[in-house]
Nanobody, 124 residues
Framework: QVQLVESGGGLVQAGGSLRLSCAAS????????MGWFRQAPGKEREFVAA????????YYADFVNGRFTISKDNAENTMYLQMNSLEPEDTAVYSCAADSRVSGSSWYGDYSNWGQGTQVTVSS
């Protein structure tokens, strides 16, 4: 059974940084493409970043604009999202997702495995 557990969320001031982690178990980690998505209250879930199975190729939403970095440590079964220069508009629940059928997809429907999410709140 695949399990994804996010951590690292919290409250930060605008301009600050956070590093989210997604620890995976029950899967061959290097065989899964993964992604980060977020959902703010009253808004649709949106793509943030995705990474290929090998971790060698990353994809980002336009709004990231160089502020976030996604990475994947296949030896530690963990994916990360380093978020810098955070803005109040980044406030949302961030969830990680994984699927063996994709290698860096921005569409949430491509992912069959999801974590429970971690809250990120950016104050102005």
């Amino acid at each position: 059974q695949v399990q994804l557990v996010e951590s690292g969320g919290g409250l930060v001031q605008a301009g600050g940084s956070l590093r989210l982690s997604c620890a995976a178990s029950g899967l061959t980690f290097s065989s899964y493409g993964m992604g980060w998505f977020r959902q703010a209250p009253g808004k649709e879930r949106e793509f943030v970043a995705a990474i290929s199975k090998s971790g060698g190729t990353a994809y980002y939403a336009d709004f990231v604009n160089g502020r976030f970095t996604i990475s994947k440590d296949n030896a530690e079964n963990t994916m990360y999202l380093q978020m810098n220069s955070l803005e109040p508009e980044d406030t949302a629940v961030y969830s990680c997702a994984a699927d063996s059928r994709v290698s860096g997809s921005s569409w949430y429907g491509d992912y069959s495995n999801w974590g429970q999410g971690t809250q990120v709140t950016v104050s102005s």
